[in-house]
């Protein structure tokens, strides 16, 4: 059963566009959601977070949005360079149990810029 | 500042043996946590320990045992390896306790495959 989805396994954008990286989830405990970016051979990279408490956070080129009553999260990158290519993994996670329980991430979905 | 360094990067066993995989945390970091990404899927959480101790677990049999080292460092034992224990291994530190937000650092994880 999973509880957190990354329906789409791939996306492909042009360089300078706006790329929507959509993920969901079941699990009304998770209340802290992040985001993060992996490269191939290296290991995933922390990219944005953002607490239940708030709809939306925005770090640079990097926006995530939370919409609770639908149990759902968007990433959006503006423009998007070719540097983000990579695969992008949606986490959450439940503070309240002190942390112990580890992040629960999606399957991931593989970011493509194209020139 | 260290990162999140492991050892062996690639190794492969055969059905039925024990494998250790080794783990130095980040500087300054007291948590360390462990997680198996299979092929095609996201990291699924093993476990976590915060000042030597296991607070945390997934959905792991026993036959995965862990330590954390008065420096933080840390090993993961899986024993009677099976050949679905294939998968990249990612060690991750971090600030635990109830402070822990979720971010986490990756090492470049250990790439184990059974035959």
């Known amino acids: 059963d999973q509880q957190v989805k990354q329906n789409s396994p791939s996306l492909s954008v042009q360089e300078g566009r706006i790329s929507i990286l959509n993920c969901d989830y079941t699990?009304?405990?998770?209340?802290?959601f992040l985001w993060y970016k992996k490269y191939p051979a290296e290991g995933p990279t922390f990219l944005i977070s953002?607490?239940?408490?708030?709809d939306k956070n925005e770090d640079g080129r990097f926006t995530v949005f939370l919409n609770k009553s639908a149990k759902h999260l968007s990433l959006h990158i503006v423009p998007s360079q070719p540097g983000d290519s990579a695969v992008y993994f949606c986490?959450?996670?439940?503070?309240?149990?002190?942390?112990?329980?580890?992040?629960?991430f999606g399957k991931g979905t593989h970011l493509i810029i194209q020139p | 500042e260290t990162g999140v360094t492991q050892s062996p990067t690639h190794l492969i066993k055969t059905r039925g043996q024990q494998v250790t995989l080794r783990c130095s945390s980040q500087s300054g970091h007291n948590t360390v946590s462990w997680y198996q990404q299979a092929l095609g899927q996201g990291p699924q959480f093993i476990f976590q320990y915060y000042r030597e101790e296991e607070n945390g677990r997934g959905n792991f049999p026993p036959r995965f045992s862990g330590l954390q080292f008065p420096n933080y460092s840390s090993e993961l034992n899986v024993n009677a390896l099976e050949l679905d224990d294939s998968a990249l291994y990612l060690c991750a530190s971090s600030l635990g306790g109830v402070a822990n937000t979720g971010e986490l650092f990756f090492g470049e994880g250990s790439r184990l495959t059974v035959l």
């Open positions: 986490a959450a996670f439940a503070p309240r149990g002190g942390g112990a329980d580890g992040l629960t």
């Open positions: 699990n009304s405990m998770f209340d802290y």
């Open positions: 953002i607490s239940s408490i708030k």
